[in-house]
Each structure stands twice: as C-alpha cells, then as structure tokens.
C-alpha cells in the first residue's frame, strides 16, 4: 500500500510514521469488506437494490464499474493512486449502505457484489487476506510496537465487562478511557460482548 498509494515515477515522502498511515489505509478497505461481508440477506442483487432504495442502487452501480475503472487506471501509466481512488470510492460508499437501517437486515446481496468488485485488487497484492486473519496480524505486529501484549488487553477488556454487568458505567467508562490511553479501541457489540482493535493512525 505504501508503494501502490503514489505514482512510480514520482518520489513517494518518506517519515517515521509512513507504513503506519500505509496501513491504516489497507484497514479501511479490509474494514469496508468486513462490512459488506456481515451484511445478512439473500437473493437478486438488482431486485434487493430496488427495493432498498437510491443508496443500494448508486452501490451496485459503481460496484459494477469499479474493476473496469481500476483496469483503466493501470492502463493509464500504471496509475495506482488513480486506481485507489476508485477503491476507496467504492469502500465510502459500501460503508454508507452498510449503516441504513434496511440494509442491516437484508443488504447482503447488494453489499457482496462491492465485496467481489474489491477483490479486483488483489492482483495488486492487496485484500488477500481475510479481515480476521488481517485484524490478528495488526494486533500481533503493533501491539508489540505499542509495548503491549494481548493478554493485558484482554484482562481490562474483561474487567470492563464485568463492570457494564454491574452496572458500574463510571469504572467501564475508566477502563475504556485507559485501553484508549494505550492505543486500543474497544467496540461493543448489540448481545452485550465487545471487541477491540489497535487504533491505527488516520488516513485521509
């Protein structure tokens, strides 16, 4: 991603941050497929968008167009910024789709046909992986850069479960606020459980 980000004839900034600002970019696009992929539903993608709406629609829409953009990207000189601006296009607007009320229950069939069109980057080296094996991989590499291991994550993430059971919000909210002191995001899910990623740098 770092390499694939600019043009290869152009000089590509280099700091101390950059493979991490490269990775929080693959994150999204992995993000967008862990997305897409959650998404329940089946049957006609054309008929489940017509039914959802303008949203599922202008998705499908530029799901279908995608591969065909990024082939022309590359074409073009090896464009790879251009081709990323596509895919990113494209993981915004799975991410919106993703977020309607309809489509949390019955998007699947539209969101899976973003998912394949993304999967037109792996020829890139890109999305090979799948988002849990990705995810395991960032929390193996980073949290030994961040000085810390996944059993002291796991143990607060514990500790602040025991605590929303008790309904201590006030030590929840302690625990929450000191794992993101550390570099950990905690996401709490609808059944009561949550989970936890390393916060990655911000890409644009």
């Not at 009320?101 to 699947?108: D, E, I, L, S, V």
């Amino acid at each position: 991603m770092f390499y694939l980000q600019g043009h290869y004839r152009s000089p590509l900034p280099w700091s101390d941050t950059s493979l991490v600002e490269a990775l929080a970019m693959l994150a999204r696009l992995m993000e967008a497929l862990e997305v897409g992929l959650s998404l329940p539903g089946e049957g006609d993608a054309d008929a489940t968008a017509r039914e959802l709406g303008p949203e599922a629609c202008s998705l499908l829409d530029l799901a279908r167009a995608f591969p065909a953009a990024l082939a022309a990207s590359l074409r073009d000189d090896f464009n790879t910024a251009a081709g990323l601006g596509h895919a990113f296009e494209l993981a915004r607007a799975l991410n919106r789709f993703a977020n309607l009320k309809a489509a949390k229950k019955r998007g699947g069939p539209v969101a899976r046909v973003a998912v394949q069109a993304l999967y037109a980057l792996q020829p890139l080296g890109l999305l090979k992986a799948t988002p849990e094996a990705f995810q395991t991989e960032v929390k193996a590499k980073r949290l030994a850069a961040l000085g810390v291991t996944a059993e002291a994550v796991e143990a607060m993430v514990a500790e602040r479960l025991e605590a929303r059971s008790a309904r201590d919000w006030a030590r929840a909210d302690a625990l929450r606020d000191d794992l993101a002191g550390q570099g950990i995001v905690v996401m709490d899910r609808a059944d009561g459980g949550c989970d936890w990623r390393v916060r990655l740098i911000s890409a644009p």
